[in-house]
């Protein structure tokens, strides 16, 4: 049986400005778009719940925002400072875990099987992780807790605000089985609209569909489906120096074959990972891109450069292995660039 958490710092770019300037904590706040006096465009990144208790949240326009609370405080994104809490706290994380696997800027899974020997010792080591956060990096976070990342995921989304949620495996699948198709880690709400259309709007009856039906309409990600209805879920928790390849994807608005559409979205997604590897000092030598297609079929393409640490290196093999693979006019739905053939260079660091 595993332990795995899931940690996720509360309204994170908001609560890093609380620490800046603690008045804030009782005034409505969004980092965002300048609403520039409700003709603003642009959208709120985040607020802390002085302002979601008016209903503003993570990606609502912020001119609307605006008209809800002209008088809220807003922010301009410092990114740089949110960066520095973000690793600040991925050391904290790291001396409760032997391996920590950051998701995003503001999450992080450890997994814990070898430490703990019983669910309720976890629900204790959380609460530890929890107030070192607190006490050391001044931020407030929440804990999932189950045996695999993906019922991890949704306990912790659960547990906010500033809460630990503990879902033991046998209660894993009916812990998901009322949540609507969207609620669940790893279904975006394209794929939502089509499995409604197909007659399942819970877990609970997407469980019951069998693995063939979902295959004929989505391919091997069919079996993926299955398997989040299931609350199944083998991955392991990687940290990135040990990970074997490191990604970023995006999902189109709607399906494109729009050149510069694509081409755009594939400099943001080889920037991102750029900045990843930069800030974790990982050198790479494969690059390769991922193509979903309208139909849910798939196409991958890579090529090995030699070992650098250059990150336009990535965006331009990723622009031509496009150029080069892509067929016409054929419409893409998910657009995914990685790199692997990954090398740490942080203990060269000293040298310099
Ligand atoms: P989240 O963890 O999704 O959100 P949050 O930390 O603000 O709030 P919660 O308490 O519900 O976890 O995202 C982390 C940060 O990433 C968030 O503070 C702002 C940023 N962010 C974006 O840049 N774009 C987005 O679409 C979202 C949702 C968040
Ligand atoms: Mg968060
Ligand atoms: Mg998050």
């Known amino acids: 049986m595993r332990v795995i958490m899931l940690i996720d710092m509360d309204y994170f770019f908001v609560a890093c400005e609380e620490i800046k300037r603690p008045e804030l904590k009782q005034k409505p706040t969004i980092v965002g778009a300048d609403p520039k006096e409700g003709k603003g465009r642009g959208v709120v990144m985040t607020c802390n719940y002085a302002a979601r208790k008016f209903g503003i949240h993570s990606a609502m326009p912020i001119s609307q925002a605006y008209k809800i609370k002209p008088d809220a405080e807003y922010l301009p994104m410092d990114y740089s400072y949110y960066e520095s809490k973000s690793n600040e706290v991925f050391s904290i994380i790291k001396t409760f875990a ?74 894993a699948k009916s812990f998901i089985a009322k949540m609507k198709l969207g609620e669940l880690y790893g279904i975006g709400s394209k794929t939502e609209e089509r499995l409604n259309a197909l007659g399942y709007t819970t877990a609970e009856e997407l469980a019951k569909a069998s693995i063939m039906s979902l295959m004929e309409n989505f391919g091997s990600f069919g079996i993926e489906l299955h398997n ?64 979903r297609y309208s139909d849910f079929s798939e196409s991958l393409h890579g090529r090995t450069i030699r070992q650098t640490n250059q990150p336009g290196q990535i965006a331009e093999t990723a622009l031509s292995l496009f150029k080069e693979n892509s067929e016409g006019r054929r419409k893409i739905r998910k657009l995914g660039v990685r790199v692997s053939g990954l090398t740490s260079y942080r203990s060269q660091k000293s040298l310099f």
């Open 98 to 171: 032997e391996k920590v696997e950051q998701v995003s800027i503001d999450e992080f899974f450890i997994d814990l099987s070898v430490t703990l020997s019983e669910a309720s010792d976890a629900l204790e080591y959380a609460k530890r992780i929890k107030e070192a956060i607190a006490t050391r990096a001044k931020l407030p976070c929440s804990i999932g807790i189950s045996e695999n990342k993906l019922i991890a995921k949704m306990a912790c989304e659960k547990a906010k605000p500033s809460g630990i949620k503990l879902v033991r495996g046998a209660d």
């Open 228 to 291: 989040i209805a299931n609350a199944i879920d083998e991955s392991e928790v990687v940290e990135a120096g040990d990970a074997k390849s490191i990604s970023r994807e995006q999902t189109f608005e709607s399906d494109t074959s729009n050149p510069a559409e694509i081409s755009s979205s594939i400099r943001r997604l080889a920037s991102e990972l750029g900045t990843e590897l930069e800030s974790k000092k990982i050198s790479f030598k494969t690059i390769g891109i991922k193509l």
